[in-house]
Nanobody
Framework: VQLVESGGGSVQTGGTLRLSCEAS?????MSWFRQGSGNKREGVAS???????VYADSVKGRFTISKDNAKNTVYLQMNSLKPEDTAMYYC??????????????????WGQGTQVTVS
């Protein structure tokens, strides 16, 4: 399965961006991770096929993850962006029936990443 992300870019503080990630095959759980300069990769949001979600505390109330199961595509709506949200954002997925989770070792497939810069 291949994952292709899109939607990154540069915005000002308080702005919005919407990321998309399309999977080439069926997956059960899809998630977003990010890695800022000099930081470890961290989980941002996760969603499974039945709609259950989990979010990192740092993005709760600002980011929304959603999934179009028919298109095998996950979205990340990012509102009220802050400079600390600047990072490379990666899509991850697994076909295994797991609960939504933000631990990167659980995932089988990864995208190439899309850069988000907030200034």
């Amino acid at each position: 399965v291949q994952l292709v992300e899109s939607g990154g870019g540069s915005v000002q503080t308080g702005g919005t961006l919407r990321l998309s990630c399309e999977a080439s095959g069926d997956v059960y759980c899809m998630s977003w991770f990010r890695q800022g300069s000099g930081n470890k990769r961290e989980g941002v949001a996760s969603i499974v096929i039945d709609g259950r979600t989990v979010y990192a505390d740092s993005v709760k109330g600002r980011f929304t993850i959603s999934k179009d199961n028919a298109k095998n595509t996950v979205y990340l709506q990012m509102n009220s962006l802050k400079p600390e949200d600047t990072a490379m954002y990666y899509c991850a997925a697994t076909p295994r029936s797991v609960a939504p989770r933000l631990t990167e070792y659980e995932y089988d497939y990864w995208g190439q990443g899309t850069q988000v810069t907030v200034s």
